[in-house]
Structures are given as structure tokens and as C-alpha cells.
């Protein structure tokens, strides 16, 4: 069966790609070195245990060799020389927008920021190149103690508290990238909430990559103490070029006992971007996390969120979709270890592949000795818009107890002529049909978005389609 | 007379290269109903197809005319905007689409303007309730999860809402029990109005004893090889399909020898 032209003109429309001409405050010689990583550490006048760990991270990057797995071919064509590791955009953070240089502020107002900051948000945090550049959080909130700020600022107010959990749950030497990160990073979130402390409406960070051949390594760390709530949102945009940037960040999260995180990413990066990232969280005793995790843009995503649950009760759920269009590889998964008893996870993986993209699931679900009462449920749904695209799972189970459940289901299944065909008995043209069946399979990530940003998704899909047909 | 609603003449239809309609003649007047029977395998389902318009179904030779409109030029969506209805045989699930969403934005691209959403919701709401289910079926998605026989009775209360000029029904009576096949005809007769002109595919008489046809058809290897009343479902009903088959068999015996 051939496509629907409607399908194959999904996703080929990219709205963000502009860019802006910026006369930057500073920007480092390309290339990555001792000397770039102690100048950052110097520009950002930090502690010596920070410059210290970010110079022993530059050793483990530099002996630690490329994946010998995932899309091998692309990861090998990153030019590791011919990117700029540091660009400062602005001299100062402003709390206002208008404190933010004009040129600036207007991408970031047509990026919609501003905007939802006054709609439904209780704290932005604007990152262009590797700082943040525009910072706020409601007063009700900061009164309650609750801290968001960028990570630089967090390092500086908040020394013992960012020294007592940086770098515990994703070591340097976790992987390549997560040691390229932590010996450049710069800018992203820290996020701490007290005891108790809910956080109803959720704080946004955004994330702008401008330059080209430009490397942003943003930092987050998020910390619920005791019985606290919040939910954290990231969205991200970069312009076309010809040659590839790079983005790679490291997020940590540790919800303490009873604590819930939800961690919501719309990776909507250029098609010229690498985003190799890596993202765990600890859960303890009765505490959840849970990673909405959305990949639209990029050249190639390696993205693995992963919950560690380490007390009793705790619980796990991930829920990703992935839309790889040409040229596109999105490699996404899971990773679901259960070190306590009772513990509960949930995996619900959703791609399309359309015109020659790619999408991988690469999961894990380990349960250790002991973890006794373990549940865990995969589900991975992928859905091909033609003969050309390409899906594949990749479900790994370390399972070390034997009372546990453990329930793994995967589906690959062909767009729907069928499906379009009753559909359009109805009434309803090829394009209007095609776009409710893809609206109907990202549905389930869509109703997990605050209303807004799901209107924008189906909005964006129904864009992308316009005028395809006919 | 009036001009038919529609008219096949001479139909041929092949998948994937195979023959299976070979020279179909149908004419559905506004206010008839129609009954075509045959065994499987016979062309019933792929001629409600083809009549739909299904891509995988290519018209070799023929043609179909609908309120005199060349129907086989028509888009799939363009023949629903015509006034053509097809209750699935076996209905397709959509997930993560809304009974309601995916009926509202049917009933906006048939009539081009909106119900307001109170007048949708009352509209929807007593389908639901005449076809004998809870309405909690509105927010659940298309046909995702739903029993062989809710499936059938949402074809139902599809074609309440849309109210076609033609609806044909593909086995809609397979998967129902006795109380499903006369809830799910009773709202048939209901629905259509002395101008709709229904096409009713079955195996069975049982679902035309409360859907009477005007005329009965019987389809063997993709051909109506017999047509009368009332009375003929009646005799395949008691006899079986194997003396049509016989006297079809001796028939184009006959016409060989002559030829």
C-alpha cells in the first residue's frame, strides 16, 4: 500500500527555524579543551569542587569512546572540534522581560513565552545558548520556600544543598555524554520544593539554541523534599542550518518520601540538532515520578529517562511519544529499576515514522533481589505511514526475584487504510481523517499536557497538513 | 418512473487483479428497501465496498450511478457527502478519538455548517438511548474495546445522526443476538424515511423479518442471479442455497449447448 499524501507531508513544515543576529557578550574558540572548561568555571567564578569536577569529567569524555550501539553512523559524523562549547548571550539575567536584550525577547515572544507565562504558568526560566537569560517565579510560591532559579545561580545561593545531590544521580562517568556535560554545563533548572509544598500550576523552562554549530549542555536538578508536588515543563526550538549542533543535558531528579515529580518535555528541535540527553530520577519510599516526554524535532534522539525506586511503594511511569519524519532518527525509551519491594512502574512508548524516519524503543526493567511485589507494565505502540520508514524495539529484562509481575506488549501496526477509509464514509476528507488518526494515537500523551500546550500540539499537526492534499 | 436513486448497470469488479464481481445489475428506487443474500465468498460485501468506493476494489467495467451522478468517479468522502451510508461489516476502531469527536466532525463535513453543541450532544444522546445503550458511550473511542455487537449498534446510531439517502447494511446482523437484531432494525425502519432507499446484505432471512424488503436479491459468484419478493428469502430460508446453485448450474449449461 502506498501512503496518502497526507501522511508524507506530516511533519515536514518547521515553523521555528529562524534566527536571529546577535552580537554576543562573549564566545568561546570552537573546539573542546582544558582550556575552554577552566575558562567556564572561571567566567561563572565557581567553587573549586565544581571546577575540579568538571575537569575530571573532561578526562572520563575523553577516554570514554563512542557507543558501539544506537545509530552508530550518525553519532560518528558529530565533529566534536567544530562546535562552540560556551556562548554568553547577554550581560545579565533579567527579572522582567524588558531587562532582556530587545532582539531576544522577541524570539522568545514569538516562541508564544511571555505569553503562557501570564496564562498558566507559575515560574519561567528562559535559556538562549548556554545562559539564562529571563527568570521569574510567582511570590505566593517563593514565599512558601519553593526555589527555581537557573542552575549557575542555584550553585552560588544554594552551595550545600546543589554539592549534596550534583552529579549523585547521573555520575559523570554514567555514559560519554552525560561526562561531556557535566564538564561544560551551563544554565538550566534547580528546582527545590519543601516539605509539603504543592506546586498545582506548572513551571516552564525554555530552551533556544541560536548559533550555529552551537552545543548547549543545560544542567537541571530538581529536588521535592518530603510530601511535596510538582510538575516541571521544558520545550525547546533551534534554527535551520546546514551544519549540526549539539544538545546535551543531564537531568536529575530525587523526589524524597512521598514526594511527586512530573517532568514534561516538547522536544521540538530543528532538524540539524543531536539531542543526546540523559535523564533519571530516584524515587523513595511512596514518592512517583513521572516522565511525559515528547520528541517531534533533532537529526538523532538518544533519550532514556529512567526511575530508580528505592523505597517501598515508590512508583515509575514514563510516557513517550516519538515522530521521526526524513532524515530523523528518534532512539527513545525506558529505563524501570526496582531496588524496593512494592514497587510499581508504567511504560507507554508511542511513535510514527513517516518518509524514511526511524524510530527505536530501547527499554530496560530491572528488578533486584529482594523486590519482592513488583509491577510493571510496557506498552510499545508504533505506527509506519509507509514502506520506507523503519521501527524497532528493543525491551531488556533484568529480572532478579521471582514475585513480581511484569507485562511487556508491542505493536507495530501500518496506517490505516482501513482506518481512513471509514473515516472518510463518513464524511470526512483524507487530510481531515488522516489528521484525527494521528491525533487519536498521540492522544494519550496529549491529555497528560496542560490544556494548552495539547491545543497547540493538535494545532501543530493540523498545520503541518495543510494544503497537502489535492 | 421517478429516476432511481441507484443505478448499477453491468458492474465488474477485481482485487489485486482476481474477478469477483462479474456484471452486477441493481436499481434501488427512493423509499425501497432491498435485500441481497448469498453465501460467503458470493460478492455481497465487495459490492457494498466498491459501492463506498474502497481503493482496494478496482471497477473493471460498468457503471454506478447515483441520483443520476457518475458515483464512481467520486472520492470515498465525496459519495458520503452524496447521501451514501455503509454500516461496516466489521467496524473499524480509532483509538484515542471520541465517539463525539469523530461524529461532529463527520456531521461538519456532510452539512458544512455546525450544530451547536447542545443540539449535537441532545441529538447523539437519543441515538444512543434508542439503540439501547448508555451514553458514556460518546466519550469513549471509536469502536476501541467495544463488544461485536456494540460495534453493530454504533453503525446505527452513526447513521441516525447522518441520516443518509442511501444506506447500505453489511451484515450488520452477524455478531447480534435475537434482541440486538430487532433493536438494531426497528431503529433501520425508524431512521429511514419513506424517501431513503435501504440496501440490506445478509446471510440469514432472521433480520428481514423486521426489515421487510421490497425486493430480495441472491448473489452466486458475483452475480444477481435471481431477484423477486418477499418470498424468496422465505425459500432460501427453508431450501437452502444449493437448488440456486443447481438451477444456475443447468441454466448456464443450457446457454453454453445454445452457444
Known amino acids: 500500500m502506498s501512503a496518502p499524501q497526507s501522511l508524507l507531508d506530516v511533519g515536514t513544515e518547521y515553523q521555528y527555524g529562524f534566527r536571529d543576529e546577535i552580537e554576543y557578550v562573549y564566545k568561546a574558540e570552537k573546539g573542546l579543551t582544558r582550556r575552554v572548561v577552566e575558562m567556564v568555571s572561571h567566567f561563572k567564578n565557581e567553587p573549586d569542587w565544581m571546577r575540579e569536577f568538571r575537569l575530571r569529567a573532561l578526562e572520563i569524555f575523553l577516554s570514554k569512546p563512542m557507543p558501539t550501539w544506537g545509530n552508530t553512523q550518525l553519532l560518528n559524523e558529530i565533529n566534536f572540534d567544530d562546535i562552540y562549547y560556551y556562548i554568553k548571550p547577554a550581560e545579565k539575567q533579567g527579572r522582567t522581560w524588558d531587562e532582556v536584550p530587545a532582539q531576544i525577547k522577541n524570539t522568545f515572544e514569538k516562541l508564544g513565552i511571555p505569553e503562557a507565562e501570564r496564562k498558566f504558568l507559575a515560574g519561567v526560566s528562559a535559556q538562549y545558548e548556554s545562559e539564562v537569560v529571563y527568570h521569574s517565579i510567582r511570590e505566593d510560591l517563593e514565599r512558601q520556600g519553593v526555589i527555581f532559579m537557573d542552575m549557575d545561580s542555584g550553585l552560588r545561593e544554594y552551595p550545600d544543598i546543589v554539592r549534596r545531590w550534583f552529579g549523585k544521580v547521573i555520575p559523570p562517568a554514567d555514559n560519554k555524554f552525560a561526562a561531556l556535560n557535566s564538564a561544560v554545563w551551563s544554565g538550566g533548572s534547580f528546582i527545590y520544593v519543601p516539605p509539603g509544598v504543592h506546586v498545582e500550576i506548572p513551571l516552564q523552562a525554555y530552551f533556544r539554541i541560536n548559533a550555529e554549530n552551537m552545543g548547549q549542555f543545560e544542567r537541571t536538578l530538581i529536588i521535592a523534599d518530603e510530601g511535596s508536588r510538582v510538575h516541571y515543563i521544558e520545550g525547546c526550538t533551534a534554527p535551520i542550518y546546514s551544519t549540526d549542533s549539539l544538545h546535551s543535558a543531564v537531568v536529575e531528579l530525587v523526589a524524597l518520601k512521598g514526594a511527586h515529580i512530573r517532568y514534561t518535555t516538547v522536544q521540538n528541535w530543528s532538524k540539524n540538532v543531536y539531542n543526546l540527553v540523559t535523564k533519571r530520577g530516584v524515587a523513595y519510599e511512596d514518592a512517583t515520578i513521572e516522565w511525559v516526554d515528547g520528541n517531534l524535532g533533532s537529526k538523532l534522539t538518544m533519550k532514556y529517562p529512567s526511575v530508580y525506586m528505592m523505597g517501598k511503594g515508590a512508583r515509575g511511569d514514563i510516557l513517550s511519544i516519538a515522530f521521526a519524519g526524513p532524515g530523523q532518527h528518534q532512539d527513545a525509551g525506558a529505563k524501570m529499576v526496582h531496588a524496593a519491594p512494592y514497587t510499581t512502574s508504567t511504560v507507554v512508548s508511542k511513535s510514527i515514522s513517516k518518509g524514511g524516519g526511524r524510530t527505536t524503543y530501547r527499554g530496560l526493567v530491572q528488578v533486584d533481589e529482594g523486590a519482592v511485589g513488583v509491577k510493571c507494565n510496557v506498552r510499545c505502540d508504533a505506527l509506519l505511514l509507509d514502506d520506507i520508514s523503519r521501527s524497532d524495539t528493543y525491551p531488556t529484562m533484568n529480572v532478579k526475584e521471582d514475585d513480581v509481575r511484569i507485562e511487556h506488549e508491542a505493536t507495530v501496526s501500518k496506517v490505516g487504510e482501513e482506518q481512513l477509509f471509514y473515516l472518510m464514509s463518513r464524511g470526512l476528507s483524507e487530510q481531515e481523517a488522516t489528521t484525527m488518526i494521528i491525533n487519536g494515537f498521540f492522544e494519550p500523551f496529549a491529555k497528560e499536557l496542560p490544556l494548552e500546550y495539547a491545543v497547540e500540539l493538535n494545532r501543530l499537526i493540523a498545520l503541518e497538513m495543510e494544503g497537502s492534499v489535492g | ?259
Open chain 2, 1 to 259: 418512473m421517478s429516476q432511481p436513486l441507484l443505478e448499477i448497470r453491468d458492474l465488474h469488479v477485481a482485487v489485486d487483479g482476481k474477478p469477483i464481481l462479474k456484471g452486477v445489475n441493481l436499481t434501488i428506487h427512493r423509499g425501497e428497501i432491498h435485500a441481497l443474500m448469498g453465501r460467503n465468498g458470493s460478492g455481497k460485501s465487495t459490492l457494498a465496498a466498491t459501492l463506498m468506493g474502497h481503493p482496494r476494489y478496482e471497477v473493471t467495467r460498468g457503471e454506478v450511478l447515483f441520483e443520476g451522478q457518475n458515483v464512481l468517479e467520486m472520492e470515498v468522502d465525496e459519495r458520503a457527502r452524496a447521501g451514501i451510508f455503509l454500516a461496516f461489516q466489521y467496524p473499524v476502531a480509532i483509538p484515542g478519538v471520541s465517539v463525539a469527536n469523530f461524529l461532529r466532525s463527520a456531521l461538519k463535513s456532510l452539512h458544512g455548517e455546525e450544530m451547536s453543541a447542545r443540539e449535537f450532544r441532545n441529538a447523539l444522546k437519543a441515538e444512543f438511548k434508542a439503540l439501547h445503550m448508555p451514553d458514556g458511550f460518546a466519550s469513549r473511542y471509536v469502536n476501541e474495546g467495544f463488544s461485536g455487537g456494540e460495534k453493530k449498534r454504533l453503525e446505527i446510531v452513526q447513521m441516525g445522526m447522518i441520516k443518509p439517502k442511501l444506506a447500505i447494511l453489511d451484515e450488520t446482523d452477524s455478531g447480534l443476538d435475537i434482541d440486538g437484531v430487532r433493536i438494531v432494525s426497528e431503529n433501520v425502519n425508524r431512521i429511514a424515511s419513506e424517501d431513503t432507499g435501504v440496501l440490506v446484505i445478509t446471510h440469514y432471512q432472521r433480520i428481514l423479518r423486521y426489515i421487510r424488503p421490497h425486493f430480495v436479491h441472491v448473489m452466486v459468484g458475483g452475480r444477481v442471479v435471481r431477484s423477486g419478493d418477499e418470498s424468496l428469502a422465505h425459500e432460501l430460508e427453508q431450501r437452502g442455497y444449493d437448488w440456486i446453485l443447481q438451477e444456475v448450474g443447468a441454466e448456464e449449461k443450457t446457454l453454453q449447448e445454445v452457444g
